[in-house]
């Protein structure tokens, strides 16, 4: 049965960091896009970041640019979300998701596996 499952949020100050993890199980993940979503309370689901299995480009939403880095370990069948400099706007559920190979950015109803969802907080 295919799963993802993310860990590594938690509560940081401004300016901490974090590194998410999206592991998967059932599935290889490198045949994969993966993405990374994030919902905060009162705001629509915002896809964030991807890394295409097609041709490994990387794509991120303009609010965590330069902030924020998706990596993939095959060996681990893991993907991450390096996420410096935090702010109180990046309080939210991250989720992870699998997309088809093709999918080169973001959009959540290309995707087909989902995680259950990591809570960041952000604050002093």
């Known amino acids: 049965q295919a799963q993802l499952v993310e860990s590594g949020g938690g509560l940081v100050q401004p300016g901490g960091s974090l590194r998410l993890s999206c592991a998967a199980s059932g599935f290889a993940l490198d045949s994969y896009t993966i993405g990374w979503f994030r919902q905060a309370p009162g705001k629509e689901q915002e896809g964030i970041s991807s890394?295409?299995?097609?041709?490994?480009?990387?794509y991120y939403t303009d609010s965590v640019k330069g902030r924020f880095t998706i990596s993939r370990d095959n060996s681990k069948n893991t993907v991450y979300l390096q996420m410096n400099s935090l702010r109180p706007e990046d309080t939210a559920v991250y989720y992870c998701a699998a997309g088809p190979r093709g999918v080169v950015v973001p959009i959540a109803e290309w995707y087909n596996y989902w995680g259950q969802g990591t809570q960041v907080i952000v604050s002093s």
């Open positions: 890394i295409s299995a097609r041709d490994g480009s990387i």
